[in-house]
């Protein structure tokens, strides 16, 4: 059985940019999370999906930050006008979503975004 | 919002030396988690607790939740290399999301 999986493993884009990351959550898991990593720092939560909708968007930073899940199972983090301090590593997590966040979180391997 | 303190930031220990990372909240927790980070990797689950002055043991881990659910520790008995990582704890209140700790870096030395 595959792990979360996230893509790509590394972006690099300019400042002013639009992009995004892909979330390919555990089959069968309803709940999925993105969080941002920043170098020496523990997971901040972005929002929280259970199946196909946002059931918790409060660590969104401001509205450049979107996510969807149109089918309850692949993510799409979108980020506008990317700023340089949106330099950090995306990871994307899921979890059967029994619980919502009591359930143990599956962790993909995390997409790096550079912004120069 | 809601905050989780985590000490040391960093430790060096001696291969079979313990270790031990405390995690403190202001505010009374309903759960708390713990993850593990190897260099370069994503968060591993290891252990959630959920009562007070709750004990838990995974082999050489010795996870505790304080009595008043404000504190928690995780301590590592005779640390081996592989215990390398960075060892986070997360905080839950209710049902609002998850709040990560900032982090405990464990170099062991062979």
């Known amino acids: 059985g595959a792990g979360v999986s996230q893509t790509p493993s590394n972006k690099v884009t300019e400042k002013g940019k639009y992009v995004e990351l892909r979330c390919d959550p555990i089959s069968g898991h309803t709940a999925l999370y993105w969080y941002r990593q920043s170098l020496g720092q523990g997971p901040e939560f972005l929002i929280y999906f259970q199946g196909t909708g946002a059931a918790d968007d409060s660590g969104l930073p401001n509205d450049r930050f979107f996510a969807v899940r149109p089918e309850g199972s692949v993510s799409t983090l979108k980020i506008q006008r990317t700023e340089r301090g949106d330099s950090a590593v995306y990871l994307c997590a899921s979890s059967p979503g029994l619980a919502s966040y009591t359930d143990t979180q599956y962790f993909g391997p995390g997409t790096r975004l550079t912004v120069l | 919002g809601q905050q989780v303190m985590q000490i040391p930031q960093y430790q060096h220990v001696q291969e079979g030396e313990d270790f031990t990372t405390y995690c403190n909240s202001s505010?009374?927790?309903?759960?708390i988690q713990w993850y593990k980070q190897r260099p370069g990797g994503h968060p591993v689950f290891l252990i959630q607790l959920v009562k007070s002055g709750e004990v838990k043991k995974q082999k050489r881990l010795t996870f505790q939740f304080g009595e008043a659910k404000k504190n928690s520790s995780l301590h590592i008995t005779a640390t081996q290399t592989t215990d390398v990582g960075t060892y986070f704890c997360a905080g839950l209140w209710g049902y609002q999301k998850v709040t990560f700790g900032t982090g405990t870096k464990l170099q062991v030395i062979p």
């Open positions: 505010t009374t927790l309903s759960n």
